[in-house]
Nanobody
Framework: EVPLVESGGGLVQPGGDLRLSCAAS????????MTWVRQVPGKGLEWVSS????????YYADSVKGRFFISTGNDRNTVHLQMDFLKPEDSATYYC??????????????WGQGTQVTVSS
């Protein structure tokens, strides 16, 4: 099992910003699709953003487009999610996923333990 460790969550006022990080000491993200999802209690997982590390192509949910920015670190085993202009509805537990695909077929994935983001005044 390859542990992914998220960090950077916390309490922030509306309009504020946070930077989440996802790190894996035993994994290089070049071969993986890296994704952030979030979940609020009682609801399913909501996809937030993905990056395909080799191509650096990024994708965002409409709800966060223009406010959130995903990137990989120079060490190639860290992924960041810069979250600006946060809204109360962004409050959730944020999870990081590293997914390995063969073509379009998911072969296996790894998940972090989550980091809590609370946006409140």
């Amino acid at each position: 099992e390859v542990p992914l460790v998220e960090s950077g969550g916390g309490l922030v006022q509306p309009g504020g910003d946070l930077r989440l990080s996802c790190a894996a000491s035993a994994l290089t993200f070049d071969d993986y699709a890296m994704t952030w999802v979030r979940q609020v209690p009682g609801k399913g997982l909501e996809w937030v953003s993905s990056i395909y590390s080799l191509s650096e192509r990024t994708y965002y949910a409409d709800s966060v487009k223009g406010r959130f920015f995903i990137s990989t670190g120079n060490d190639r085993n860290t992924v960041h999610l810069q979250m600006d202009f946060l809204k109360p509805e962004d409050s959730a537990t944020y999870y990081c996923q590293a997914a390995y695909y063969n073509g379009e077929s998911l072969q296996y994935d790894y998940w972090g333990q989550g980091t809590q983001v609370t946006v409140s005044s």
